[in-house]
């Protein structure tokens, strides 16, 4: 019938190898791809419509999420030396004390 797609995919699995596709990876590919789509076309709609309340719930929602993405940066370099330190005695009748600002 077929030459053996099903004996070679075996013996790959037994051997070790990775067998799939690339499934997970597209569909998060396009999941990103539908969310842009939305996005644009949500801001779109508001640009001729200002007095509708939905749209300007749904500018608002993408203004906050816009907002509230973090960025994490790997590997960079540690920060320099503090610059604006200043000492400031506290004297109190009984505490004598030196805080730095």
């Not at 790959?12 to 799939?20: C, D, F, I, T, Y």
């Not at 993405?69 to 005695?89: E, I, Q, Y």
């Amino acid at each position: 019938m077929g030459n053996g797609r099903d004996k070679r995919k075996k013996a790959k699995e037994r051997s070790g190898e990775v067998v799939g596709g690339k499934g997970q990876a597209k569909t998060d590919k396009k999941t990103a791809r539908n969310e842009d789509k939305k996005e644009r076309r949500t801001m779109k709609a508001l640009e001729g419509n200002e007095d509708d309340i939905e749209a300007l719930l749904a500018q608002f929602a993408i203004e906050d999420k816009s907002r509230q993405t973090l960025t994490v940066v790997a590997d960079c370099p540690p920060p320099g030396g503090r610059v604006s330190a200043s000492f400031v005695p506290y004297t109190a009748p009984k505490i004598n004390e030196i805080i730095m600002f």
